[in-house]
């Protein structure tokens, strides 16, 4: 492993272990999917069968992961792009 994989692994660690004690923090605003609604009364309400709600269900579940994914990686962008900027001010060490 590098040294720069080496110190991106142990900035990773600290912050994710004081993320612990922070207040929790939206990635990106991603929005978990609301639960299908099984109520065949409210269902008929709204005009749509169980199989569109549980369709409506996944695919929203499907937005949030995708949010999910992009905002791990712009994050991991954003600490290469800090960890870069770190050597080129104090050097490797």
């Given at each position: 492993?590098?040294?720069?994989?080496?110190?991106?692994?142990?900035?990773?660690?600290?912050l994710l272990s004081l993320a612990a004690?922070?207040?929790?923090?939206?990635?990106?605003?991603?929005?978990?999917?609301?639960?299908?609604?099984?109520?065949?009364?409210?269902?008929?309400?709204?005009?749509?069968?169980?199989?569109?709600?549980?369709?409506?269900?996944?695919?929203?579940?499907?937005?949030?992961?995708?949010?999910?994914?992009?905002?791990?990686?712009?994050?991991?962008?954003?600490?290469?792009?800090?960890?870069?900027?770190?050597?080129?001010?104090?050097?490797?060490?």
């Amino acid at each position: 492993m590098s040294q720069r994989a080496v110190i991106i692994s142990v900035v990773l660690s600290l912050l994710l272990s004081l993320a612990a004690d922070a207040a929790p923090q939206p990635l990106h605003l991603c929005a978990p999917p609301a639960d299908p609604i099984e109520d065949q009364e409210l269902l008929a309400r709204y005009g749509m069968t169980p199989q569109e709600e549980y369709s409506r269900y996944f695919d929203d579940l499907n937005a949030y992961l995708l949010c999910l994914q992009k905002s791990q990686a712009d994050i991991i962008e954003k600490g290469r792009f800090w960890h870069d900027r770190y050597i080129e001010l104090f050097g490797s060490g």
